[in-house]
C-alpha cells in the first residue's frame, strides 16, 4: 500500500475518531495573509467538501498569533518561511526553526499539538509554494486532483460538520523547476475548441497537481489558408497595423478547428448532420472556438480577420491573466523562420500626356495609356488591400474631357468608375511620421485633375495654374520593405498593448527537422539562427518584458543537436523540444551538453496518430521523466490534447515531479484507489499500459483515422481485458467512483467497437467490389441483396454500438472533438461516401437498419464539459450543460446555495435552450456573494439525472478571489 494511500486512510480514520468525540466546539481557523488567501480558501473549500464543516478566517495582516488564538483547538497557519510572524513570535518557534531552509515552490507541512489544541503549519519556501503546500493538505482529505476536475470522496452522514486535522509532518520540493502542459493547436481534441472558460478550468487544475506552466504552439502564416496554417493564437504584422489598444487594423484569413473547416482529412459536416443522437450535443451547425463566432469556418472578409484575432487576445488575455493568479506561467510562440504576410504597399505613380494635357495618378504601370503618358515621379504609397479605417482611392475617368481623376468618390457627372486604385489612411489631426497629405489640384483652363502628396507636385501645381480643391488622405512617403525584425517587434508590441500577461515566447523550428533530418550547413539552419536573433532584437527594442525559448520537433540539427547552445545569446533561456518520432524515441541526449541555457523535456502524453482512441502512457512517460533528469533538464512538460483521456499520465508526470521514486506500478494502485476506491482494476491498467494497448486507428491524411482492415477480426483476443474490467464493475461502490469507472469501461468498449467496425468494414469493401465486376445488372441485383446488404446493416450496427460507447464518454470537449473527427474523418468514408453505390446496384431504397439513426441509443446522460472551480470577484459564472437522452428534455436547471451556512435552500435558476432542436443549455449565474456550491438537475422523460454524480449529496463547489 502506497504512503499516499495509507495518508488517506489516515485521514478518513481521523474523521472517525471526530465523529467518536474529539469534537472541536466548531472552533477551526484558518490564518493566512492576503496574498494567501486562495490557498486558504482552497482548504476552507474542500474541507466542506469532504465534511460540511466551515473553518473561520483570520486576516493575518490585521491579527498576529497572539495567544488567544493560539488557544484555537484547531488552526492552520499559512506563511512563507521568511514571515517575521512565523520565525520571530510563533508559539512553534522551534519547530519552524528546524525545518531549515526551504527553496521556492517549495512547502513543508507539520502539525504541532499542544495540551488542547492542534496546529498545522503549511510554510511554503515562497508564496506559489504556500499554495502547493494548501493542495498538498488537500489532497490528505482524500481529495484528488485531475486535469478534467476534481475527485471528492462521497461524504458520510454520520461526519457531517465533524473534522480534525490530520496528523502530518511533510516536505515538498519539485525535482523539476518547470512543469506543466503544452496543448497542441491544431485539432478539435485540443485547444482549438476551447474558450476562455476552458482556459480557465484547465490551468486551475495544472495549478493544483503542483505544475506551473501552460506554452501553445502556433501554425504559421500561410497567403494560401490550408491544413496547419494561419492560427490565430500569434498575430503576425507591423506596429503600423495595429490601434492603440492592441487590436488590429489589417489581418489575414484565419481559424481554428471547427466542424465546417476541411482540413487534416476532415470533410466539412455540419452537426446537424450528425447521426447517432450525436447532434443534440452541439448547439450550431458549425461548431468550434468561441473565438470564431460569426466567422465560422472562416472569416469573409479583413474585418472578420481582424474579429478573431482581437477576441483570440481578448481571450488569452483573461485567460492568463487567471493563470498567473494560481501560479502558472504562460507562454505562446510561433514558428522558424518567421512565416510574414507580403509586403501590401503599392506606389502610387504619376504619369503626364503632353498630349492630352492630362495628369494621372495610378498604382498600375500605365498599360492602358497608349505611349500617350511618361511617368513623372512615385507620390507616395498605399496598401493594396483595404484595412479598417482606410478608405479606397479610385480613379475616375471624362472621357469627353480625356481627364483622370484620383478620388475617393467620383468627382461628378460624366465621370465614369474605372478602379480601385489602392487604400489609403483617412486624414485626421497629426500624420504619423512617414506620412503625408495627398490633395487634389484643380485647372479649369484645361480640365485637368491633378494629385500629388510631394514638394515637388505642390510646386508644379502652384506654378502651371492649379487650385487646391483640398486633401483627400493620408499616404506614406516611403516605402521600405519591412525587416523580420520589423514583424517581430510587431507581434511583441500587439502582446503588451493587449496586456496579455506573458512569461515566455517561444520560437519552434519546424516539424520537417525532424523527418528531413536538417543538418546545421544547411542555409535554412543559418537563416533560422538569423531570425531567433531578430527576435532577440524585437523583444529589446519594445522592452517586452517575456523572456525567449525555443522548441520545436528536435533540440536542434544534426550532427550536434545541442547546438542552439552554442550559437544562441543569453536573450534565449531555455531549449526546449518534444520527443521524436512522437514521443516514441526517449529523450534526447543532446540534452546533457547543454549547459549556458535552461532545458526542458517534453515528452507526448498522447499521439496524433492515435488521437480518436484511448491512450495510456503512464510508464513511457515516467522512463522519460528519468532520462530527462538523468540529462539535467530543469523542465519537463508534456504535450496532449484530450484532457480526461489523458489524465493517469499527466497525473503520474505531476506525481514524480516531486516524488521521483514514484513507479508505474505505485501509480497504478494509488490511482486505481483514488478513480474508483478499489485496488482492483489497476492490475488491468498495468497489463495495458504504454506499447500494450491496442492500436485500432492511424494517421490517415489527418489524425486517428479508421481503415478497413481485416486483420482486425481477429482482434477480439486482444481485447479480453476489457471483459475483466467489467467483471469488476459490481465491486466499485459509491456514484462518483462508479461513474469514473464506466468512463474507462466505456471508453475501451468503444475502442473495442472501433475494432469490430473496420473488420466489418474491410468485409463490405470486399463484398461490393465482387458485386462490381458482375456487369449483368440483375445478377448484380441479386448479389448486393445477397452479400453487400446484409454486411452493411452489420456495419451500421457496429457503427451505432461504436458510437453510442463513444457518447458515453463524453465529458468534456475533448470528446466532442472525438465525435467530430470520427464522424467527418472516418465514418463518411466507411458509411457516407458508399450508400450511393450500393443504392445504385439495389435499385430500391435501402431498408431503416442499414442507415444510421438520428436517434440515440445509450442511457440519459447530463453532460457538463468545463468544470470552473474557481471565479473572480466580478466574473459571473457560466453555467452550461447538455443532454444526451432518447428522450425529450422538459427541464434542465441549475440549484445553488452560499457554502457559508450552507443549511440554507438552494435557489433553482432555469437553463436556456440554446437552439430549438439540441439539447445544449446555459445561464450565466448572477454574481454571487460568497464562495458557493452548485448542482444541475434535469427531468428528460422518466429519467431524473442529476451533475456532478452524488448530487445532491456532493455538489460542485466554486471560490471568489
Not at 514571515?83 to 521556492?104: M, Q
Not at 505611349?371 to 504609397?381: A, D, K, P, S, T
Not at 475483466?724 to 469514473?740: C, M
Not at 467490389?769 to 452489420?794: F, G, H, N, W, Y
Request: hydrophobic share 35%.
Amino acid at each position: 500500500m502506497t504512503e499516499s494511500v495509507v495518508l488517506s486512510l489516515l485521514c478518513m480514520l481521523a474523521l472517525v475518531l471526530a465523529a467518536a468525540g474529539y469534537e472541536n466546539d466548531n472552533e477551526g481557523l484558518i490564518w493566512h495573509r492576503k496574498e494567501h488567501l486562495i490557498a486558504a480558501k482552497e482548504i476552507r473549500r474542500y474541507v466542506y467538501a469532504c465534511t460540511g464543516y466551515w473553518l473561520g478566517f483570520v486576516d493575518g495582516d490585521e491579527n498576529g498569533l497572539h495567544s488567544d488564538l493560539l488557544k484555537t483547538q484547531q488552526l492552520v497557519v499559512l506563511a512563507t518561511l521568511s514571515d517575521p510572524i512565523i520565525t520571530k513570535d510563533f508559539l512553534h518557534v522551534d519547530v519552524v526553526h528546524a525545518v531549515g531552509d526551504i527553496s521556492p515552490q517549495g512547502y513543508h507541512l507539520q502539525t504541532v499539538e499542544t495540551d488542547t489544541s492542534r496546529h498545522l503549519l503549511v510554510i511554503g519556501g515562497d508564496d506559489v509554494g504556500v499554495l502547493y503546500g494548501a493542495y498538498a493538505l488537500v489532497e490528505k482529505f482524500g481529495v484528488h486532483f485531475r486535469l478534467y476536475g476534481d475527485i471528492i470522496p462521497d461524504r458520510s452522514a454520520k461526519l457531517q460538520g465533524h473534522f480534525v486535522l490530520p496528523h502530518v509532518k511533510e516536505a515538498g520540493q519539485p525535482e523539476f523547476e518547470v512543469r506543466g502542459l503544452q496543448p497542441f493547436h491544431d485539432f478539435p481534441e485540443g485547444p482549438d475548441w476551447w474558450g476562455e472558460e476552458e482556459y480557465k478550468a484547465i490551468t486551475s487544475q495544472i495549478s493544483k497537481q503542483r505544475m506551473n506552466f501552460i506554452g501553445l504552439h502556433t501554425y504559421p502564416y500561410s497567403p494560401t489558408p490550408g491544413t496547419g496554417r494561419d492560427e490565430p493564437t500569434v498575430w503576425v504584422g507591423l506596429v503600423d497595423d495595429l490601434n492603440a489598444d492592441g487590436t488590429v487594423k489589417h489581418s489575414y484569413p484565419t481559424s481554428y478547428a471547427n466542424t465546417l473547416r476541411n482540413q487534416w482529412g476532415y470533410t466539412s459536416l455540419a452537426t446537424g448532420n450528425y447521426s447517432y443522437g450525436a447532434r443534440q450535443l452541439f448547439e450550431m451547425d458549425c461548431y468550434g472556438s468561441p473565438v470564431q463566432l460569426g466567422n465560422c469556418p472562416y472569416p469573409t472578409n479583413i474585418s472578420g480577420n481582424n474579429q478573431v484575432f482581437d477576441e483570440t487576445g481578448r481571450m488569452l488575455k483573461e485567460a492568463f491573466e487567471h493563470a498567473h493568479t494560481v501560479g502558472v506561467q504562460t507562454c505562446i510562440g510561433s514558428e522558424t523562420p518567421l512565416s510574414k504576410p507580403s509586403a501590401t504597399v503599392t506606389p502610387l505613380n504619376l504619369y503626364y500626356s503632353k498630349l492630352r494635357q492630362d495628369n494621372f495618378l495610378t498604382t498600375t504601370q500605365c498599360a492602358e495609356c497608349e505611349n500617350l503618358y511618361e511617368f513623372v515621379r512615385i507620390e507616395g504609397f498605399v496598401y493594396s488591400s483595404p484595412f479598417p479605417e482606410s478608405m479606397p482611392l479610385n480613379t475616375y475617368y471624362n472621357g469627353q474631357l480625356q481627364d483622370n481623376v484620383l478620388s475617393p468618390t467620383s468627382p461628378g457627372e460624366g465621370y465614369a468608375f474605372v478602379r480601385t486604385e489602392g487604400y489609403a489612411f483617412q486624414l485626421n489631426a497629426s500624420l504619423q511620421e512617414n506620412k503625408t497629405k495627398l490633395a487634389t489640384y484643380y485647372n479649369p483652363k484645361i480640365h485637368d485633375h491633378l494629385t500629388v502628396s510631394s514638394k515637388e507636385g505642390e510646386i508644379y501645381a502652384r506654378d502651371n495654374g492649379y487650385s487646391l480643391n483640398g486633401s483627400i488622405a493620408a499616404v506614406y512617403q516611403q516605402a521600405t520593405v519591412p525587416l523580420t525584425r520589423d514583424y517581430y517587434e510587431g507581434i511583441f508590441t500587439r502582446i503588451q498593448r493587449l496586456g496579455i500577461p506573458l512569461d515566455y515566447y517561444w520560437i519552434w523550428t519546424p516539424e520537417g527537422w525532424e523527418g528531413g533530418q536538417m543538418n546545421a550547413n544547411n542555409t535554412v539552419f543559418k537563416e533560422a539562427v538569423a531570425d531567433l536573433a531578430a527576435a532577440a532584437e524585437a523583444r529589446d527594442s519594445v522592452k517586452a518584458p517575456f523572456k525567449l525559448a525555443t522548441c520545436g520537433w528536435v533540440v536542434g540539427p544534426l550532427p550536434d543537436r545541442s547546438l542552439f547552445d552554442k550559437v544562441l545569446s543569453s536573450a534565449y533561456s531555455a531549449i526546449t523540444s518534444i520527443d521524436m518520432h512522437v514521443g516514441n524515441t526517449p529523450v534526447d541526449p543532446a540534452y546533457m551538453k547543454i549547459s549556458k541555457h535552461d532545458k526542458w523535456a517534453i515528452p507526448w502524453m498522447e499521439d496524433d496518430p492515435g488521437l480518436t482512441a484511448p491512450e495510456l502512457w503512464v510508464n513511457r512517460t515516467l522512463e522519460h521523466m528519468e532520462d530527462a533528469k538523468k540529462y539535467r533538464c530543469n523542465g519537463l512538460l508534456g504535450i496532449h490534447w484530450r484532457t480526461e483521456q489523458t489524465s493517469p499520465q499527466i497525473a503520474a508526470m505531476a506525481q514524480k515531479s516531486w516524488n521521483f521514486s514514484l513507479t508505474s506500478e505505485e501509480f497504478w494502485t494509488t490511482w486505481s484507489m483514488e478513480e474508483f476506491g478499489i485496488f482492483g482494476p489497476s492490475s488491468v491498467f498495468m497489463k495495458i499500459d504504454s506499447f500494450d494497448l491496442p492500436r485500432p486507428v492511424t494517421w490517415s491524411g489527418g489524425p486517428g483515422g479508421f481503415h478497413a482492415d481485416g486483420g482486425q477480426c481477429s482482434w477480439d483476443a486482444k481485447y479480453a481485458f476489457v471483459d475483466q474490467l467489467a467483471d469488476i464493475r459490481s465491486d466499485v461502490k459509491g456514484a462518483g467512483n462508479l461513474d469514473r469507472f464506466d468512463y474507462w469501461l466505456n471508453s475501451f468498449k468503444y475502442m473495442r467497437a472501433i475494432s469490430r467496425t473496420e473488420c466489418c468494414w474491410a468485409e463490405y469493401n470486399m463484398a461490393i467490389q465482387s458485386v462490381s465486376k458482375e456487369t449483368d445488372p440483375k445478377k448484380r441485383q441479386e448479389m448486393a441483396e445477397q452479400m453487400a446488404l446484409p454486411l452493411r446493416i452489420q456495419l451500421v450496427q457496429n457503427a451505432t454500438e461504436m458510437m453510442t460507447f463513444l457518447l458515453q464518454t463524453v465529458t468534456s470537449t475533448g470528446e466532442l472533438g472525438t465525435i467530430m473527427n470520427v464522424l467527418s474523418h472516418s465514418l463518411v468514408h466507411a458509411i457516407d461516401e458508399p450508400t450511393a453505390q450500393l443504392l445504385s446496384y439495389l435499385q430500391h431504397p435501402l431498408p431503416t437498419d442499414a442507415m444510421p439513426s438520428q436517434q440515440y441509443k445509450g442511457p440519459s446522460r447530463l453532460i457538463v464539459t468545463t468544470v470552473r472551480t474557481m471565479i473572480q470577484k466580478s466574473e459571473t459564472l457560466r453555467i452550461r450543460a447538455a443532454v444526451l437522452s432518447p428522450g425529450t428534455v422538459e427541464h434542465v436547471a441549475v440549484n445553488v446555495r452560499s457554502m457559508k451556512g450552507s443549511s440554507g435552500e438552494f435557489k433553482q435558476y432555469p437553463l436556456d435552450r440554446l437552439s430549438a432542436d439540441r439539447n445544449v443549455f446555459e445561464t450565466h449565474l448572477p454574481e454571487q456573494s460568497d464562495d458557493f456550491e452548485y448542482y444541475i438537475d434535469s427531468v428528460t422523460g422518466s429519467d431524473h439525472l442529476m451533475w456532478p454524480a452524488g448530487a445532491p449529496d456532493i455538489t460542485q463547489t466554486v471560490i471568489i478571489v
